[in-house]
């Protein structure tokens, strides 16, 4: 059976094609999968015949809302969404004044192993189709009742260890007759998978790549993320920058501050060096509480303290504002709390 979210538009177009259906067709159901219909008899335009004929051997995936919170503080709405296997993932919508953003998983878990991470706690299970990255922007939108503008592939798993479904998705949510998102309003993180850097510009796709570095050298990183010990600092660079040359957008980098490990002001110093050249912007992240781990994130003033000697190197550099403190919106956590 064929989960028609799982093909793109011209995928879609030949496959009706192939069963005797007029083209047309293909926008009108691409339309409807996009809008959240979950049957096929929701596809009121659609005659009875096209509807039996699609039901022989296709299907319309969804997904259940295992549980929903939404934050007292500032709005935020975590999802754990389960899928048709049983298996959960989590999406979280944050509210901005640009508008909504959703932030999506890739995967079932994640086989990267970064330490501070919980979503990686109990690896990786599988990754998902191109439908179910979909799926979660169809039905948080259709949850919350307002249009979703921006995505941040930041959720459970790591997106370029699933390339070719997060390509397809890429392609669909930025249909014109889908969603239409723009692709600058897309971010992927990575914790540095280098080849699949240098594939993700060959597809010159105008999204944004942040990069997942969390540490100024390779022997701290070494400790804290074990992709480092197969793709170190100076290779990760070099992909970065062949990325901001080929797509003309500027990398970003996400920084947990980790006390006592990655927050001192000789650590600021090296980072500095390392985003400087790529111009790159540092979103500088509390690290969050994992109850595995020891981590612990240092004062406020420690922190600001830190930012501020970025900036006086000429860095530019943010601490990102925690939103849905209250309903444990930092990733993997609500999925490792049911299993």
Same mark, same amino acid.
């Given at each position: 059976?064929?989960? $028609? ?36 008899? /929701? !596809? ?25 919170? =939404? ?17 959960? #993932?989590?999406? %979280?919508? !944050? ?12 995967? %079932? ?15 990786? =299970? ?21 249009? #979703?503008?921006?995505? %941040? ?12 479904? =997060? ?14 998102? +723009? ?21 010159? $796709? ?17 400790? @804290? ?10 290779? $990760? ?10 797509? +003309? ?15 001192? !002001? ?9 985003? +400087? ?6 979103? $500088?992240?509390? %690290? ?14 420690? @922190? ?7 900036? /006086?190197? +000429?860095?530019?550099?943010? =601490? ?20």
């Amino acid at each position: 059976m064929i989960d $028609l979210k799982d093909l793109d538009y011209d995928e879609l177009t030949e496959y009706l094609v192939s069963i005797g259906e007029k083209k047309f067709r293909a926008e009108q159901i691409f339309s409807w999968l996009h809008k959240g219909a979950e049957s096929y008899d /929701e !596809m009121t335009n659609l005659s009875k015949a096209t509807r039996e004929r699609l039901l022989q051997e296709t299907y319309v995936s969804t997904l259940k809302i295992r549980e929903k919170y =939404v934050s007292k503080i500032d709005g935020t709405v975590k999802y754990l969404f389960e899928l048709p296997d049983g298996n959960c #993932i989590e999406s %979280v919508v !944050m509210r901005y004044h640009h508008g909504l953003t959703i932030c999506i998983s890739s995967q %079932v878990g994640c086989r990267m192993g970064c330490r501070f991470c919980a979503s990686t706690i109990g690896g990786l =299970v599988r990754s998902l189709t191109a439908g179910e990255i979909l799926n979660q922007v169809i039905f948080a939108q259709k949850d919350v009742g307002e249009r #979703i503008s921006n995505i %941040v592939m930041m959720g459970i798993g790591e997106p370029l260890d699933n390339f070719d479904n =997060v390509i397809k998705f890429l392609h669909n949510v930025n249909h014109e007759k889908g969603l239409n998102i +723009g692709y600058r309003h897309i971010t992927i993180s990575t914790c540095g998978v280098v080849p699949m850097i240098y594939r993700l510009a060959e597809e010159k $796709l105008p999204v944004t790549l942040t990069i997942s570095l969390h540490a100024p050298n390779n022997e701290i990183r070494d400790t @804290i993320m074990p992709v480092n010990h197969r793709y170190k600092i100076e290779e $990760l660079l070099k992909a970065c920058k062949a990325y901001a040359d080929t797509t +003309g957008r500027r990398i970003s980098f996400e920084y947990s501050l980790i006390h006592g490990v990655n927050d001192s !002001m000789a650590n600021a110093e090296e980072l500095a060096k390392i985003a +400087g050249p790529l111009h790159a912007h540092i979103n $500088l992240i509390p %690290v969050n509480k994992v109850e595995e781990r020891d981590f612990k994130k240092g004062s406020r003033e420690e @922190i600001q303290a830190f930012c501020k000697r970025l900036t /006086e190197l +000429g860095i530019n550099a943010t =601490v990102r504002r925690e939103l849905g403190a209250d309903i444990q919106a930092s990733c993997g956590q609500l999925r490792k709390k049911v299993l």
